[in-house]
C-alpha cells in the first residue's frame, strides 16, 4: 500500500467524525500564518490552533514569496484577517544549500534550464531571514500598517517558540 493509500484510509477515519462542516471562510481567530514546509512543524499544534482559527499558508523556508503575499494580501483584504505571524525554525533544509550550486546541479542533471522557481531562496542567517520577511510584508503598499507582523523561530529541538526582534529594537534592547 502506497503513503497515498494509507492517508485515504486514515481520512475515512476522520470523516466519519467529522464536525467542522458549518465554518464560515473567514478564520474566527482573524491571524494569517506563514510557516516553513518542515515536517516537524505542525503550526495548528504548536500554536494551539482549531479547524476555522487561522489561515495557514507554507512553503520551503517560511518565505513571503510572490505566492505568499498574494495570499496574505486575500487573507486580509478579503478575508478579515488582521494579524500575521511568520515561522522559521532551527534546523532548516534551506540552512544546507546555496541556490547557485542546486541551481547548477539541476541544469546538468537535467539538461534543461526552466524560467521557474527564479530563486529557491535558500539562506544563511535564521533571525536576518526572518527579518527580512517580516520587512516585505511591512513594506508592501496593499497590506496596511497597522497589522502587526511578528516574526518567530521555532526550535524543533523543544518546541518553543522565539520572537525575532526588529534589528533596531534588538540592539536597543542588548544596550
Ligand atoms: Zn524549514
Not at 115 to 141: G, M, T, W, Y
Amino acid at each position: 500500500m502506497s503513503v497515498t493509500d494509507e492517508v485515504l484510509r486514515a481520512n475515512e477515519a476522520y470523516a466519519r467524525n467529522f464536525e467542522f462542516g458549518q465554518l464560515p471562510i473567514p478564520p474566527a481567530r482573524k491571524l494569517a500564518v506563514l510557516a516553513c514546509m518542515d515536517a516537524r512543524l505542525v503550526p495548528s499544534q504548536i500554536l494551539g490552533l482549531k479547524a476555522g482559527d487561522a489561515h495557514v499558508i507554507r512553503n520551503a523556508g517560511g518565505i513571503v514569496t510572490e505566492d505568499a503575499l498574494r495570499s496574505f494580501i486575500l487573507s486580509h483584504q478579503l478575508l478579515g484577517t488582521q494579524e500575521f505571524i511568520i515561522i522559521n525554525h532551527t534546523d532548516c533544509g534551506m540552512l544546507t544549500f546555496k541556490d547557485e550550486d542546486l541551481r547548477s546541479r539541476l541544469i546538468q542533471q537535467t539538461g534543461s534550464s526552466p524560467v521557474a522557481p527564479v530563486a529557491f531562496h535558500a539562506f544563511r542567517d535564521l533571525e536576518e531571514n526572518v527579518r527580512q520577511q517580516v520587512q516585505k510584508i511591512k513594506s508592501h503598499p496593499w497590506l496596511p500598517k497597522s497589522i502587526p507582523v511578528r516574526g518567530f523561530i521555532y526550535d524543533v529541538k523543544t518546541g518553543r517558540l522565539k520572537e525575532v526582534l526588529e534589528a533596531r529594537a534588538a540592539s536597543l534592547r542588548q544596550s
